[in-house]
């Protein structure tokens, strides 16, 4: 661990500024009891977030947009399953032809987004920072810039409290 902190000192949102601000590269894990983010910066740019326990998978994403069918999403679990997940579900779907590599970066992206969003609610736990670390085997990055991915996370988060 190369910096960290606490929660209840620096929100989020500020934890993210600072990386963005000081160009810093490497990643950044925000840990609650009951979660994990991570984060992979290059000079202050967001390239990749996952998370622990998600929302959405990937798959219940690309048939909310009608690129995939619930049938075809079933047919590429099976194929992963019997291969012991030796193959992403994203390239089994591309290989069967259900699905092209343009949409699933789409898919992959608004995942990513839904990161930020989940983890700018978190108001407990800790963040630690590993210099220089950078996501292994990831070829669809993030490519919206952080301010906006913040200001639009804030935004939801003032309209779920005014609910």
Same mark, same amino acid.
């Given at each position: 661990?190369?910096?960290?902190?606490?929660?209840?000192?620096?929100?989020?949102?500020?934890?993210?500024?600072?990386?963005?601000?000081?160009?810093?590269?490497?990643?950044?894990?925000?840990?609650?009891?009951?979660?994990?983010?991570?984060?992979?910066?290059?000079?202050?740019?967001?390239?990749?977030?996952?998370?622990?326990?998600?929302?959405?998978?990937?798959?219940?994403?690309?048939?909310?947009?009608?690129?995939?069918? +619930?049938?075809? %999403?079933?047919?590429?679990?099976?194929?992963? $399953?019997?291969? @012991? !997940?030796?193959? =992403?579900?994203?390239?089994?779907?591309?290989?069967?032809?259900?699905?092209?590599?343009?949409?699933?970066?789409?898919?992959?992206?608004?995942?990513?987004?839904?990161?930020?969003?989940?983890?700018?609610?978190?108001?407990?736990?800790?963040?630690?920072?590993?210099?220089?670390?950078?996501?292994?085997? +990831?070829?669809? %990055?993030?490519?919206?810039?952080?301010?906006? $991915?913040?200001? @639009? !996370?804030?935004? =939801?988060?003032?309209?779920?409290?005014?609910?």
């Amino acid at each position: 661990m190369d910096f960290g902190g606490d929660l209840l000192v620096l929100e989020p949102s500020m934890v993210f500024q600072i990386f963005s601000v000081s160009r810093l590269t490497g990643m950044l894990k925000f840990i609650t009891p009951e979660n994990v983010a991570s984060f992979y910066f290059k000079e202050g740019e967001l390239l990749y977030a996952t998370i622990d326990t998600r929302k959405k998978k990937i798959g219940n994403i690309l048939i909310e947009k009608g690129w995939i069918t +619930e049938k075809q %999403l079933k047919g590429a679990l099976r194929h992963f $399953l019997s291969n @012991e !997940g030796s193959e =992403r579900i994203g390239n089994i779907l591309i290989n069967k032809g259900y699905l092209d590599y343009d949409s699933l970066a789409a898919a992959i992206q608004e995942q990513m987004k839904e990161v930020v969003y989940e983890v700018l609610k978190w108001k407990q736990g800790h963040f630690i920072f590993f210099n220089g670390v950078q996501p292994e085997d +990831e070829d669809i %990055l993030l490519d919206i810039k952080l301010d906006y $991915l913040i200001l @639009e !996370g804030l935004k =939801r988060l003032d309209e779920e409290e005014a609910d």
